[in-house]
């Protein structure tokens, strides 16, 4: 199984970025998938998920509204549309896969067996 993010950058607040995580080793589109962040000195946090066929997601509160997950199982990958980004935003973002075929999205970290090696999003003016 392999996870590659890539779309990190510097961006000002109120700006928007784009991630992808391409997908490896695995049938991609049996499995949920979640992004996760790890800003400077805090713990891993879960941010979004969508379910196995893309039909279903689900938000973290502190991004609801502003930050778009989405699928493309024809091309084995993940992307985290960001807007109105904020300086507590910054974090570097990962890709998760569900460590269980199907089924719905869960927000714990526990639930995720195989991570990408993240990507830096850097909000600040």
């Known amino acids: 199984v392999q996870l590659v993010e890539s779309g990190g950058g510097l961006v000002q607040p109120g700006g928007s970025l784009r991630l992808s995580c391409a997908a490896s080793g695995f049938t991609f589109r049996a499995y949920p998938m979640s992004w996760a962040r790890r800003a400077p000195g805090k713990g891993l946090e879960w941010v979004s998920g969508?379910?196995?066929?893309?039909?279903?997601?689900t938000y973290a509160d502190s991004v609801k509204g502003r930050f778009t997950i989405s699928r493309d199982n024809a091309k084995n990958t993940l992307y985290l549309q960001m807007n109105s980004l904020r300086p507590e935003d910054t974090a570097v973002y990962y890709c998760?896969?569900?460590?269980?075929?199907?089924?719905?999205?869960?927000?714990?970290?526990?639930?995720?067996?195989?991570w990408g090696q993240g990507t830096q999003v850097t909000v600040s003016s």
């Open positions: 969508i379910n196995d066929g893309g039909g279903g997601t």
């Open positions: 998760a896969k569900s460590n269980r075929w199907g089924g719905v999205v869960s927000t714990a970290i526990s639930d995720y067996d195989y």
